[in-house]
Nanobody, 125 residues
Framework: QVQLVESGGGSVQAGGSLRLSCAASGGTFSRYDMAWFRQAPGKEREFVAAIRRNSDGTYYTDSVKGRFTISRDNAKNTVYLQMNSLKPEDTANYYC??????????????????WGQGTQVTVSS
């Protein structure tokens, strides 16, 4: 059983930056593909970014390409999401997720086995 704990959320003005972290415990972190999803009030949870277990593949939703970077440190059991040039539409609760294998369906939330509790990101204009 893998436990995921997100941190690093907060309030920032448009154009600012935040770095989210997700610390994993209870499993062998390097065996999991990892992802970030987000959910705004009244909307469905949506895919943001994913990274394969050996960092040999990263994927992003179109709206964050060039602004967000996903990375991981398997020695620290942590995955990160560096968010730059933030926009008000990035406001959401951000969730970390882990999967034993995501294949080509990395944006499908049903592929993920474990979820964190989320961290709130608020971007003001």
């Amino acid at each position: 059983q893998v436990q995921l704990v997100e941190s690093g959320g907060g309030s920032v003005q448009a154009g600012g930056s935040l770095r989210l972290s997700c610390a994993a415990s209870g499993g062998t972190f390097s065996r999991y593909d990892m992802a970030w999803f987000r959910q705004a009030p009244g909307k469905e949870r949506e895919f943001v970014a994913a990274i394969r277990r050996n960092s040999d593949g990263t994927y992003y939703t179109d709206s964050v390409k060039g602004r967000f970077t996903i990375s991981r440190d398997n020695a620290k059991n942590t995955v990160y999401l560096q968010m730059n040039s933030l926009k008000p539409e990035d406001t959401a609760n951000y969730y970390c997720a882990a999967a034993t294998w995501i294949g080509t369906w990395y944006s499908d939330r049903t592929e993920y086995d474990y979820w964190g509790q989320g961290t709130q990101v608020t971007v003001s204009s």
